[in-house]
């Protein structure tokens, strides 16, 4: 079983500690910085996220859009967690040395990743019910037959977006909001329903195509339009909110803003 002790573990090398150093980790690295650029570009720089602690649980939310589908977002959730012998590492001011698990309704991660890493693990527990019992109990013996984690670019784009707000520093979960396994219930979309609402938004983008006075309303996946980005405030920066109805951005003033 891998052994994921370290975010940085999985971005150094997915195949886990004991095994061969992954030969093209430099191309990897270039691909995915240069594919998370040109997606912060397109959504203005502002990637919705949730923080949740409790004790020394620590949970981030992020909606990853989609490379391909205009406003369709995938929900990316780490855990940061610590093992009984890690205990030590409570007193740190930071996550780099906590364990790590994962959960995504991307459709890439459950058809060829999801088995793999429950298996080793890997997988959030509390998350198992927003995604197919297949994708957890049958490997996919076609897309992924050893069974080995491997590099899930939405968790790549996540690592790379903590690291660029400092979200590793446990100084910056100071608003983050108390956990229990119900927040999921309404913020994530299960990953059967992704997989109907990107057949929906296919199906419009083609149907647009061909008749095209007026863009046709697609589906939104993960209901995003439920929540509102705040900004500019650091505490806040990138936070959903659900006072929104439909996804807003404060506009900075001009003038110079006090930090609250």
Same mark, same amino acid.
């Given at each position: 079983? @891998?052994?994921?002790?370290?975010?940085?573990?999985?971005?150094?090398?997915?195949?886990?500690?004991?095994?061969?150093?992954?030969?093209?980790?430099?191309?990897?690295?270039?691909?995915?910085?240069?594919?998370?650029?040109?997606?912060?570009?397109?959504?203005?720089?502002?990637?919705?996220?949730?923080?949740?602690?409790?004790?020394?649980?620590?949970?981030?939310?992020?909606?990853?859009?989609? =490379?391909?589908?205009?406003?369709?977002?995938?929900?990316?959730?780490?855990?940061?967690?610590?093992?009984?012998?890690?205990?030590?590492?409570?007193?740190?001011?930071?996550?780099?040395?906590?364990? @790590?698990? &994962?959960?995504?309704?991307? %459709?890439?991660? @459950?058809?060829?990743?999801?088995?793999?890493? $429950?298996?080793?693990?890997?997988?959030?527990?509390?998350?198992?019910?927003?995604?197919?019992?297949?994708?957890?109990?049958?490997?996919?013996?076609?897309?992924?037959?050893?069974?080995?984690?491997?590099?899930?670019?939405? &968790?790549?784009?996540?690592?790379?977006?903590?690291?660029?707000?400092?979200?590793?520093?446990?100084?910056?979960?100071?608003?983050?909001?108390?956990?229990?396994?119900?927040?999921? $219930?309404?913020? @994530?979309?299960?990953?059967?329903?992704?997989? =109907?609402?990107?057949?929906?938004?296919?199906?419009?983008?083609?149907?647009?195509?061909?008749?095209?006075?007026?863009?046709?309303?697609?589906?939104?996946?993960?209901?995003?339009?439920? &929540?509102?980005?705040?900004?500019?405030? %650091?505490?806040?920066?990138?936070?959903?909110?659900?006072?929104?109805?439909?996804?807003?951005?404060?506009?900075?003033?001009?003038?110079?803003?006090?930090?609250?």
């Amino acid at each position: 079983m @891998v052994n994921l002790v370290k975010y940085i573990d999985y971005i150094h090398n997915p195949l886990g500690a004991g095994t061969a150093v992954m030969t093209q980790r430099g191309l990897y690295e270039k691909l995915y910085n240069d594919k998370w650029d040109a997606l912060l570009l397109k959504e203005n720089g502002n990637i919705a996220y949730l923080q949740y602690k409790k004790d020394e649980d620590y949970y981030i939310h992020f909606k990853i859009p989609s =490379e391909v589908i205009d406003k369709f977002y995938y929900d990316i959730v780490i855990r940061f967690y610590l093992l009984p012998e890690s205990a030590t590492y409570k007193m740190d001011t930071n996550l780099n040395n906590y364990n @790590v698990q &994962f959960y995504s309704n991307d %459709p890439s991660f @459950v058809f060829s990743f999801a088995y793999a890493f $429950n298996k080793h693990d890997a997988f959030v527990d509390d998350l198992k019910f927003k995604i197919s019992k297949i994708a957890l109990t049958q490997e996919a013996a076609v897309r992924n037959p050893q069974s080995q984690l491997g590099y899930v670019k939405a &968790f790549y784009f996540a690592f790379l977006q903590m690291k660029r707000l400092m979200l590793f520093s446990k100084s910056n979960w100071e608003s983050a909001k108390k956990y229990s396994k119900s927040v999921w $219930n309404s913020t @994530v979309t299960h990953s059967d329903d992704i997989l =109907e609402a990107i057949k929906e938004a296919k199906a419009a983008k083609k149907k647009a195509s061909k008749a095209k006075p007026k863009q046709p309303k697609v589906r939104s996946a993960t209901n995003i339009q439920k &929540f509102k980005i705040v900004s500019p405030n %650091p505490k806040n920066y990138g936070h959903l909110d659900k006072s929104g109805l439909i996804p807003t951005i404060d506009k900075p003033s001009k003038k110079k803003q006090k930090l609250r």
